[in-house]
């Protein structure tokens, strides 16, 4: 059996304790590798080695780094048959999906940082007679990096690439539920020759592994990408610490339909953007609310387009939607769904464990895309994070409704709304308490933008020059003339 490695210092090596997780294969239901189980000692040989390298990298040219970070890149595109193999069987994720957006996003974050760092740039502030200020942004040192089960070269790069771009040394530790990927970024380092212990990829779980990485005092600053209350625990330890924190968090995304909308177009990426990855991207739509002069059609047409979705086995190139990432997890969304029923809910399709797609998956972890009604606003469906293939509808009627009712968690991660009254787009985003609105549209990103969200959704931001400003510090100069 496989068996998943540290990397540390350059090399890959088991944890110290010489102790295995079992890491699973979501559509079968079964072990198909091992991981490192690594704790508090591992760590320490992560920082000792990231410290060592530090001064090295961080004094290469930008250019330099850039070039390495580029050939990373190429790597990744290089391998991508293998990297999104390996990501649909860890993940449970249909293996269509992982080609097309999971390894090219990953290659994607390397290559826009490494170019982004050659851009970088700090302000002068002219006093005229008296002087001028300019400002040095200097890299912090060794920072942590943790990253989701949920897309995990995607988001595991997307920490990585930026903090390695502008000239820190790393360690990093991807979800103990999907570490496959990381793995191979892992060799992939090696043979694009970044030097020893300038990234350290230390496998294990959160609870230790993870823990110590927060709470090493060696360890600058923390950009971690997962759920509000692991976020809290994560800001009780190194706030008291003085460290930098980056935060996503979770999210309960309001999708807003008006009956102005392209309603064809509205209706395909509606559907696009609640049931994608199984639901379980932060990013997707989970809250939709339905202008009533639509509603009663919109639900129908939805209900019937959810049901033609295929839950199949994820390496089926005709496959909608995977398997559940994890058991919990699986668990956890029909918990939810059971909850809706007792809060009243109506069950408009799904709302039931999905049958085996085939033999091979006859234990795997599969669940009906659930289309549910007649919950009301403040109902716990509607207000917690399920992370799975559940969403609600619920019809309003004027746009100050609209817009309390998006508005209307303790989440502000992202919203969509559909539209075609110009004003009323510009008017309803501005009022929406989300860190990304996306108008007629859903997931389309610019590496460039700021990324995070708001509330309980998050501190800081990622993407373009907000994570360049994140993984560095800034000094200012005076010059007196």
Not at 9 to 32: F, T
Not at 56 to 63: A, D, L, M, R, T
Not at 337 to 356: F, K, S, V
Request: glycine share 10%; charged share 20%.
């Amino acid at each position: 059996m496989q068996q998943i490695l540290n990397y540390i210092g350059g090399a890959l090596k088991p944890a110290i304790s010489g102790a295995w997780m079992d890491n699973y294969d979501p559509s079968r239901g079964v072990v198909y590798s091992l991981i490192a189980d690594s704790d508090g000692r591992d760590v320490d040989l992560a920082v000792e080695a990231a410290k060592a390298a530090f001064p090295g990298w961080s004094n290469k040219s930008v250019e330099a780094r850039a070039e390495i970070l580029i050939k990373i890149a190429d790597l990744i595109d290089s391998r991508l048959e293998e990297f999104a193999l390996a990501e649909s069987v860890d993940n449970g994720k249909p293996l269509s999906l992982a080609k097309r957006m999971d390894i090219p996003r990953g290659s994607a974050n390397f290559r826009h940082f490494a170019h982004a760092t050659t851009q970088f740039h700090s302000e002068t502030y002219d006093m005229g007679s008296v002087g001028f200020n300019y400002v040095l942004r200097r890299p912090i040192g060794v920072v942590g990096c943790i990253s989701p089960w949920n897309l995990p070269l995607y988001l595991f790069t997307w920490k990585i690439a930026p903090a390695l771009a502008a000239g820190n040394t790393v360690v990093a530790k991807p979800s103990e539920v999907t570490p496959m990927t990381a793995y191979l970024l892992a060799q992939c380092c090696i043979e694009a020759g970044l030097p020893p212990g300038v990234l350290n990829i230390v496998n294990g779980a959160g609870s230790k592994a993870g823990a110590a990485i927060v709470g090493h005092p060696s360890i600058h600053a923390i950009s971690f990408t997962g759920g509000t209350s692991t976020g809290k625990a994560i800001s009780s330890i190194a706030a008291p610490m003085f460290k930098k924190l980056s935060l996503e968090l979770g999210g309960k995304n309001p999708v807003v339909v008006f009956d102005d909308c392209d309603y064809e177009e509205t209706l395909a990426t509606v559907t696009r953007s609640t049931f994608t990855n199984q639901g379980q991207i932060c990013l997707c739509g989970s809250r939709i609310y339905l202008q009533r002069g639509i509603y009663d059609r919109f639900v129908k047409d939805f209900v019937e387009r959810v049901k033609s979705l295929k839950v199949g086995d994820p390496l089926d190139g005709d496959t909608d939607v995977g398997a559940i990432v994890s058991k919990d997890q699986y668990e956890k969304d029909l918990f939810y769904i059971r909850l809706a029923q007792e809060e009243g809910g109506t069950i408009l399709c799904g709302g039931a464990p999905a049958m085996p797609p085939n033999e091979r998956c006859q234990n795997g972890w599969y669940i009906q895309p659930t289309v549910l009604s007649n919950l009301g606003p403040q109902c716990r469906t509607n207000q917690e994070e399920i992370f799975g293939p559940v969403v609600t509808v619920w019809p309003f009627d004027k746009e100050e409704e609209a817009i309390a009712l998006a508005n209307g968690t303790t989440y502000g991660l992202a919203a969509t709304l559909y539209t075609a009254d110009l004003k009323r787009a510009h008017r309803v985003a501005a009022s929406l308490d989300f860190g990304i609105v996306w108008v007629n549209s859903w997931l389309v990103r610019d590496l460039r933008t700021p990324f995070g969200g708001m509330k309980a959704s998050g501190v800081g931001r990622e993407g373009g020059m907000e994570a360049l400003h994140f993984f560095t510090e800034a000094k200012n100069i005076f010059i007196k003339l």
